[in-house]
């Protein structure tokens, strides 16, 4: 907790206080490039690659090759069932069950004086809605005319519910885990180096709320719940065993 806690921490202070909404959204914007490469790491595409980015950094650690393999392919495994799992529930129980709308459909309703009222527009099939976002934004060439065409594509493709943000679990359940094992297994000169990833958990969660996919509750509790689920999985004997490569009789 004391890895990923202060910075969890900073995440707070960041949007809640000082209130970075649609920030990175404008056309030829470096902030607007960061945050969307940032909320890309940890998207469908971004996720499996950071696993692997994970799983390698554990298997350095393992003595032997037949040892490093075996560690890589149980992390790899590990990893991929828990996200899975949770980008399941989180889509088709919490999010549809909690009904929040995300800030970018607000934005689009009212830029465009649009009649539609969000909770009979979320009721459509995905793809329907993501033809009624596109629709408006194609028609209103005033309103979206320096919005960057990233992050308008992003807008149409997350066309589901928001609370809570599954991209900050991603990143705060991997940032923790491999901040953990960087802190405990590496040398202690390069102990420093645990803040990478948990600056990049920050960053993910940032980006969410800049450009416009989330406000800051949902981004405070995606990162409160992926570091709740890392912790608890450190927890378990047999995965704390595989992080740090120690026998659980060793441990006793």
Not at 68 to 82: G, L, P, R
Not at 222 to 241: D, N
Request: proline residues 3%.
């Amino acid at each position: 907790m004391k890895v990923s806690l202060p910075m969890y921490i900073v995440l707070l202070c960041t949007v809640w206080l000082f209130y970075p909404e649609f920030t990175a959204c404008s056309k030829d914007s470096i902030w607007c490039s960061v945050a969307y490469w940032a909320t890309e790491s940890a998207g469908r595409i971004g996720t499996p690659v950071i696993i692997l980015i994970t799983s390698f950094v554990f298997a350095i650690y393992a003595q032997s090759l037949k040892a490093k393999a075996k560690t890589f392919f149980k992390t790899f495994i590990v990893f991929s069932i828990v996200l899975s799992t949770f980008a399941f529930l989180n889509e088709h129980l919490i999010k549809s069950t909690l009904q929040v709308a995300r800030p970018s459909h607000t934005y689009i309703i009212r830029q465009t004086k649009s009649l539609a009222r969000l909770d009979s527009l979320y009721t459509l099939p995905v793809t329907e809605r993501r033809k009624f976002f596109q629709g408006l934004i194609d028609g209103d060439t005033i309103s979206f005319r320096d919005t960057d065409a990233r992050v308008l594509s992003h807008w149409i493709e997350e066309a589901g519910y928001s609370f809570p943000s599954g991209h900050s679990f991603n990143a705060f359940l991997l940032g923790s885990i491999l901040a953990f094992s960087i802190y405990y297994m590496a040398n202690r000169n390069l102990r420093w180096l645990y803040i990478l990833p948990m600056t990049w958990a920050v960053l993910v969660a940032v980006s969410r709320v800049a450009i416009g996919a989330h406000s800051a509750l949902d981004v405070s509790i995606g990162g409160a719940l992926g570091i709740l689920v890392s912790h608890t999985l450190l927890y378990f004997s047999v995965t704390q065993a595989l992080l740090t490569h120690q026998r659980h009789a060793e441990r006793g």
